[in-house]
């Protein structure tokens, strides 16, 4: 199947600090990506669909100014916790259809975020 | 907006039996039912996926199956092994223009006994 290549996938930053996670489709191109969080032990929770060119579209109770999506290229979407706080630690994953293959919907490996 | 519900949540077979997990869907607009097996610390893998245009889909020990009428698709693993033990999740979504948007079930943990 196709690939999607997140990085990095563990990080640990201080309280405060900005992290930037990146998600690459390697060898397809994804105009819209999404942007999921995990909690242990639950699903996976949607955070923002990322739109190549555009504007991110976030879920309802997702602070779109906490969390920075920038989808630059139809290859590679960009999520930037800000000012990050301990409860922003979490799994984040991205996915994004390959168009190749009907839309079939393909994730990244995830970023462990812990913030100290 | 669309619903899924999955069941069992823990699931443990001996090895060589099958596993079925089976989930539910509220939205009948929905047209993509994709599933994924997740293993600890990972990201979600593609399993399987069945589109509403068929009722079955067979991939070697792997199968699924949708009943478009009654709103429910199932995952069926045979002869399984010790490392078909993970978090399967099971999604729904309704394809639109460019892509899918997914809804998933809460998850099965499934654990193969050797």
């Known amino acids: 199947g196709a690939v999607v290549s997140q990085h990095p996938s563990r990080v640990i930053c201080k309280s405060g600090t900005s992290v930037k996670i990146e998600c690459r489709s390697l060898?397809?191109?994804?105009?819209?990506m999404f942007w999921y969080r995990q909690f242990p032990k639950q699903s996976l929770m949607l955070m923002a669909t990322?739109?190549?060119?555009?504007?991110?579209?976030?879920e309802q109770g997702v602070e779109k100014d906490k969390f920075l999506i920038n989808h630059a290229s139809l290859t590679l979407s960009t999520l930037t916790v800000t000012s990050a706080h301990p409860e922003d630690s979490s799994f984040y994953i991205c996915s994004a259809p390959d168009a190749n293959s009907g839309n079939t919907i393909y994730f990244g490996e995830g970023s462990w975020l812990t913030v100290v | 907006g669309e619903n899924v519900e999955q069941h069992p949540s823990t699931l443990s077979v001996q090895e060589g039996d099958s596993a079925v997990i089976k989930c539910t869907y509220s939205d009948s607009a929905s047209n993509y039912f994709p599933w994924y097996k997740q293993e600890l610390g990972k990201g979600p893998q593609l399993i399987i996926d069945i589109r509403s245009n068929v009722g079955e889909k067979k991939d070697q020990r792997i199968a699924v199956t949708l009943n478009k009428t009654a709103k429910h698709f199932s995952l069926h693993i045979t002869e399984t092994q010790p490392e078909d033990s993970a978090v399967y999740f099971c999604a729904g979504g309704f394809g639109g223009a460019g892509s899918y948007q997914l809804t998933f079930g809460k998850g099965t943990k499934l654990s193969v006994i050797p």
């Open positions: 990322s739109n190549e060119g555009s504007k991110a579209t976030y």
């Open positions: 060898d397809f191109q994804a105009t819209t």
